[in-house]
């Protein structure tokens, strides 16, 4: 939880932000799987995530333009350990009212994301860092206790 609060409040994953070169982040990560569009492309190729685990950083011009941390409900999540030292498995079910809860006790503001929600999808924008944090109903088949309520499913942070 102090990973994904950090990241809602700051727009950073430990030492990754938006504006950084792609060779920074891979210093500090490793190489990334890029997406299928790099890969047949190139690496000039923008707009399309490299990805380590959950974390995925959107490159533009070979500058990270993008950010997110995906969770899929009633599974773990797996970051790299550069990102979260005692990095492991940590269970990946968060619900939107302990994570609303969450921010608020931390002093991190946010505004609902009317262009986000809809339908079985809620999402809040934090402030000041502009994270979008996207809630939704589970589908079908995904092992959680309340299948009725919100869950988080990822937060992301673009550069304009």
């Known amino acids: 939880m102090n990973v994904l609060l950090d990241f809602a409040a700051t727009g950073r994953i430990g030492p990754l932000h938006c504006g950084m070169p792609l060779t920074g982040a891979e210093e500090v990560l490793g ?9 047949m492309k190139g690496p000039d190729f923008d707009g399309y995530p490299y990805a380590w685990g959950g974390l995925e950083l959107v490159v533009t011009r070979r500058h990270v333009s993008g950010i997110s941390l995906r ?8 970051l790299p350990p550069e990102v979260l030292p005692d990095a492991g498995a940590y269970a990946a079910t968060v619900l939107r009212e302990d994570f609303t809860a969450a921010l608020d006790a931390a002093g991190c503001g946010y505004v609902t994301n009317a262009v986000l929600t809809f339908d079985e999808q809620s ?21 959680v206790p309340d299948r009725s309520r919100f869950h988080l499913e990822f ?6």
């Open 31 to 39: 190489p990334g799987r890029p997406h299928p569009q790099i890969v």
């Open 71 to 78: 969770l899929d409900p009633g599974s773990v999540a797996r």
């Open 123 to 143: 999402a809040v924008t934090t402030r000041p860092a502009g994270v979008n944090v996207l809630f939704g109903v589970p589908v079908a088949g995904v092992a």
């Open 155 to 160: 937060l992301d942070k673009q550069t304009a």
